[in-house]
Structure formats: structure tokens, C-alpha cells
């Protein structure tokens, strides 16, 4: 479950590095939709495991997923985006 984790959040990642590199306005907009379907599907799937682990197990995953979160803060997103969290 963490390695599907892991590889969509790299599928995010890149979807959204696309996104900003491109002019076309309708395929930024595809790209940051598909993004955000990653980001759905990431935030589901880490429901389940930390569901599945005891509550050392979570505090010990915070830290690292705190600073992976960081990084996403960095990105700027469209107003429509960033009033859907």
C-alpha cells in the first residue's frame, strides 16, 4: 500500500510539473484535474494504512509526511483548486 502510495504521489508530482510548464490553458486545467484525482486517491489510501497501524506507528509517520506536505505548499494552485481543500 505505501509503494502505491509513493508512486501516485510522483504521478501528482509530475502531472502538476506538466501543468506549469504548459501555455494551453485547457491542458493545464486537464493536468491539475488529473492531479488532484492523484491526490484523492493518495489521501484515501493513507486513510486505510494508518488505519491499519497502531497509534506509534502513526506519530513515528507524521515527520516525514509533514515535510512531503511542505513541498506541495510550495505549489501554486488556481483559486478554483485551492477553494475545493
Not at 515527520?63 to 513541498?71: H, K, R
Request: charged share 40%; aromatic share 4%.
Amino acid at each position: 500500500m505505501i509503494q502505491r502510495c509513493h508512486k501516485w504521489r510522483q504521478k501528482r508530482k509530475q502531472y502538476i510539473d506538466q501543468a506549469r510548464q504548459t501555455s494551453d490553458e485547457i491542458e493545464r486545467e486537464r493536468l491539475l484535474q488529473a492531479a488532484e484525482h492523484y491526490c484523492r486517491i493518495v489521501n484515501a489510501e493513507q486513510g486505510k494504512i494508518d488505519s491499519s497501524r497502531g497509534t506509534n506507528d502513526k506519530i513515528a509517520e507524521v515527520a516525514p509526511e509533514t515535510s512531503e506536505s511542505s513541498d506541495d505548499e510550495d505549489i501554486q494552485l488556481p483559486d478554483f483548486i485551492e477553494n475545493l481543500k
